[in-house]
């Protein structure tokens, strides 16, 4: 059974920076092309970045372009997302998932394997 863990949610005030990891465990890590989903209160969950397989494919959301990134590392299991920059309204629960598709994904019902979140908090 594949197993997704989120780390590093937090509060940070406008501008600042957090850094999620994603551990992922019971599955061959780098056959999973890996993004992050996010909800915030009241709303839809949204695609936010993804990566491929291969780390060569990346895809953000437009509104984290320039802000977020999405990184890989095979040796350790992990995805993580560096944010910076960060807004009020990126405050949600922050969620990592996996899919066995070759490529990067917006569509959420291609991730089989989702983490149970992190809260991120941005104060004005």
């Known amino acids: 059974q594949v197993q997704l863990v989120e780390s590093g949610g937090g509060s940070v005030q406008a501008g600042g920076s957090l850094r999620l990891a994603c551990a992922v465990s019971g599955g061959t890590f780098s056959r999973y092309a890996l993004a992050w989903f996010r909800q915030a209160p009241g709303k839809e969950r949204e695609f936010v970045a993804a990566?491929?397989?291969?780390?060569?494919?990346?895809d953000y959301a437009d509104r984290v372009k320039g802000r977020f990134t999405i990184s890989r590392d095979d040796a350790k299991s992990t995805v993580s997302l560096q944010m910076n920059s960060l807004r009020p309204d990126d405050t949600a629960i922050y969620y990592c998932?996996?899919?066995?598709?070759?490529?990067?994904?917006?569509?959420?019902?291609?991730?089989?394997?989702w983490g149970q979140g992190t809260q991120v908090t941005v104060s004005s």
């Open positions: 998932a996996a899919t066995a598709a070759a490529f990067v994904t917006h569509t959420q019902y291609m991730y089989n394997y």
């Open positions: 990566i491929s397989r291969s780390r060569e494919g990346t």
